[in-house]
């Protein structure tokens, strides 16, 4: 019996562009995934593409990051962050000249930028979008497409014109950067509710991956578990993840990356290092922020860090590879009397979690991959491949659920830091419908400032949002961009009352919300859902 | 806000953002000392202050600490939300299993009424059958001044929604009515029996059971594998 393989890639970020400042501190969250985990991925995709290495595996691009990676001054940011952590690696070489433990980390890790520099300009022309493009032309990977600005859809289960909005909106933006449909559809925190299928077929959606317990807490009995897709009964393919190996890698407590070997996240020259030395990489007023030069181990809870061998952490990521295929194949063998086919193992994470926050996370991926293709036993496939094998699974209902904790929708409703913002989307969302059905199909001024304000109700519905607020990470930038946007909705949504345009106001959310140009605000309006879905139709 | 374990960081690190929080002479503090006025800062019982739990997710975070940077305060927003957009309205959202978050407006109009006829307010929760009729409902008394609400959801399988309701004297009057909402129950929740056989739990439930011998922490699951561990158990007993 064959184990087979399913790692879906979740990569996500919000929407954060900040064009009237020249360098802003959130706009920073992208580029470092950009450097420490796009990047390197596609890098290490390419080396097993040109070493002839099979592998197959799906990421899920959202449409907010496409925008993003489009984006030409973004780009043009990026490249510049890129130069000037080339050059703190140039001062940190030059300081650590009597230290060659940390001198050499320090290379390491701008020769990493310098490569990631060279592939960015010269591979990828400053066009990430196309780089994936490639691979997938190539039949390495598998791109899907996610609710348009990622939001957690159970919320919003009686709002059918937003739940719509948030799906069509994330197909055709799917079509327009990769010019081809997306077959499956990455459910935001893998949230689920009962019904939701209706929207995705509407649009041709052929498959999702649901959250671990979606089966066993549904109304029917599931027959093999996790180790086969199920289909709704509309026809909907559902790939079930399997929380126990997830958790070999996910767990914060127990998972690969918190071993004492591997490369410490949070100890950073940013924050160990005088301001006068770092004050030109972090951010004004001396706001200290992660650089990527890092030169401890995890070692422990404890602040007696040990310097990072890069040469011990690379035999861990092996052996952590080895011990994952292990765990796979135990499985599969103590399953085989009771499957009737081979397993599929439907692993999901966040793409982040692998260069950004576990620093050896690619090379484990990397050598995971190398293995597998070695051992007749594995296979990897991604879910189209599945389904277009034509197999015969279980119909099931499946139940309510989400990857978030408790299974559930707490995370982003929690009852008392998030939830109160709720009523003020939701009648954001209401005055929108209103705002379309009273004007529908208006042409120039109108149509541009109500196609701004759908912008702004979808960026308003971020997961992100309510998830940053929840976790207390970075919550006043999340508070003021609720806010901002709730502002934004019933600033068209006054003018538009009294029949009026606020152009200066347009003028400049458009240039700073500038996603979605295609948007058409009538996606809102009821009569919407009563026409086809434009996927079989639009030209892109 | 310390976004890691605080014992994990350096001296620096602390001294840093014991500066940035202007902790009083926080050039001179010893480590123990830091370490106890951030804690008494953000609050001992702070669970971030202990790192992560074990599923829990940190993302966009580039910073050691929540930091309020003045880009950010600058940024356009709103000094203060609409208490109320002038409209009566009663919605609830699943939160998990068995609890929802409840919220409401009244228009100033009906606040008017209410004050007028001296009403009180209840909120009714009603469990639904499959045709939407009541089965059995319970009160919560709320004060004008409530807002929102935790409602519980307290059996699997059924709809539910809520009701805001007048009360004056005996006279009820319903001023709104809320979206309906639904919780599941699980087969094996019916199927007890089916928890008991050994395949089940290979076939089902062994994807479920994470690295360290846990499954998520949601109720309606670890009520399941409470109950195959107490079949289990008898098992046991009776060999």
């Known amino acids: 019996m064959k184990s087979r393989l399913n790692f879906i890639f979740n990569t996500h970020m919000p929407f954060v562009r900040h064009p009237e400042y020249p360098k802003f501190l959130e706009e920073d969250w992208l580029y470092e995934v950009m450097n420490e985990s796009y990047l390197p991925l596609l890098r290490m995709m390419y080396r097993l593409r040109d070493d002839n290495v099979p592998f197959k595996l799906t990421f899920s691009l959202s449409p907010t990051l496409c925008s993003m990676l489009s984006d030409e001054l973004l780009n043009e940011r990026f490249a510049a962050y890129l130069d000037e952590h080339i050059e703190l690696g140039d001062k940190e070489i030059e300081r650590l000249k009597d230290d060659p433990e940390r001198k050499a980390l320090a290379e390491g890790y701008r020769d990493e930028l310098i490569a990631n520099r060279t592939f960015y300009t010269d591979v990828c022309k400053g066009r990430i979008l196309s780089t994936f493009n490639e691979l997938s ?19 919003f289960k009686d709002y059918p014109l937003a739940t719509n909005a948030q799906i069509e909106t994330g197909v055709l933006e799917h079509n327009r950067a990769f010019d081809r449909m997306s077959e499956g559809f990455w459910l935001p925190e893998c949230g689920y509710y009962p019904g939701l299928e209706e929207y995705l077929t509407r649009h041709n959606i052929k498959w999702v991956s649901l959250a671990s317990h979606a089966l066993v807490l549904s109304p029917d009995r599931p027959e093999e578990g996790a180790y086969k897709p199920v289909r709704c009964p509309n026809g909907l393919y559902c790939f079930v993840r399997d929380e126990r190996l997830a958790s070999l890698v996910w767990s914060f407590t127990e998972g690969y990356p918190t071993d004492p070997d591997y490369r410490d996240f949070y100890r950073d020259i940013g924050f160990d290092l005088p301001m006068d030395y770092i004050r030109p990489y972090v ?14 181990a995890v070692t422990g809870k404890t602040a007696e860090k040990k310097v990072y061998d890069r040469e011990k952490a690379a035999q861990k990521a092996l052996s952590h590879a080895r011990n994952f ?105 209401e005055r929108m419908t209103e705002l379309a059905e ?69 003028v400049k959310a458009e240039k700073r919300d500038n996603l979605f140009r295609n948007l058409d605000y009538n996606i809102m309006n009821r009569a919407h859902l009563d026409e086809p879905s434009p996927v079989y139709t639009a030209e892109f | 806000m310390i976004l890691i374990n605080i014992e994990s960081l350096s001296d620096n690190e602390l001294r840093n953002i014991a500066q940035q929080e202007d902790l009083e002479d926080w050039e001179t503090l010893s480590r123990e000392d830091l370490i106890e006025g951030l804690e008494e800062l953000y609050g001992e019982d702070d669970e971030l202050l ?99 609400w935790t409602v519980e959801l307290p059996y699997a399988g059924f709809r539910y929604r809520v009701s805001l309701v007048a009360v004056s004297g005996e006279k009820e009057s319903v001023i709104c009515t809320s979206n309906t909402l639904e ?57």
């Open chain 1, 137 to 155: 032309n190539a039949g390495c990977i598998e791109l899907i497409t996610t609710a348009a600005t990622h939001a957690y859809l159970p919320v």
């Open chain 1, 283 to 296: 951010h004004e007023p001396d706001v200290r922020s992660f650089t990527g030069y890092k030169y401890c």
């Open chain 1, 325 to 429: 295929l292990y765990n796979v194949g135990c499985r599969t063998r103590s399953m085989a009397d009771i499957l009737h086919d081979d397993p599929i193992y439907t692993v999901s994470f966040d793409t982040e979690l692998f260069g950004h926050w576990w620093y050896e996370g690619i090379r484990w991926l990397e050598d995971l991959i190398r293995l597998a293709g070695e051992d007749d036993a594995i296979d990897m496939l991604t879910p189209a491949e599945f389904i277009a094998s034509k197999p015969e699974v279980q119909t099931i209902h499946p139940a309510q659920s989400s990857w978030g904790e408790g299974g559930y929708s707490a995370v982003w409703v929690d009852g008392a830091t998030n939830a109160g913002y709720f009523r003020h989307i939701f009648k954001a969302i």
């Open chain 1, 438 to 506: 009273r004007f529908p199909y208006q042409k120039s001024l109108k149509q541009r400032f109500l196609n701004q304000a759908v912008r702004e109700t979808l960026l308003l519905m971020a997961s992100d949002w309510p998830f940053i607020i929840h976790y207390q990470t970075s919550a006043e930038y999340a508070v003021k961009r609720l806010e901002g946007h709730i502002q934004n909705v019933n600033l068209v949504y006054d003018n538009m009352c009294k029949n009026a345009v606020n152009t200066e106001w347009l």
């Open chain 2, 50 to 148: 202990d790192g992560n739990s074990a599923n829990s997710k940190k993302k966009y975070v580039n910073t050691l600490t929540d930091v309020q940077s003045d880009n950010v305060l600058s940024l356009p927003g709103v000094e203060r939300l609409p208490e109320s957009y002038n409209d009566t309205s009663v919605h609830m959202i699943l939160k998990d299993s068995d609890w929802a978050y409840v919220f409401w407006s009244l228009s100033p109009q009906q606040i008017a009424e209410l004050e007028e006829s001296g009403a009180g307010l209840i909120l009714r929760n009603t469990r639904l059958d499959a045709n939407d009729g009541p089965v059995a409902e319970y009160d919560i008394d709320i004060t004008p001044d409530d807002t929102s």
């Open chain 2, 183 to 239: 919780t599941t129950e699980s087969w094996f929740a019916t199927h007890p029996d089916a928890l008991e056989d050994g395949a089940v739990f290979r076939s089902v439930f062994s994807s479920l059971i994470m690295k360290g011998g846990t499954v998520i922490p949601n109720r309606q699951l670890l009520s399941l594998v409470e109950r195959m561990q107490s079949a289990q158990r008898q098992e046991a007993d009776a060999r």
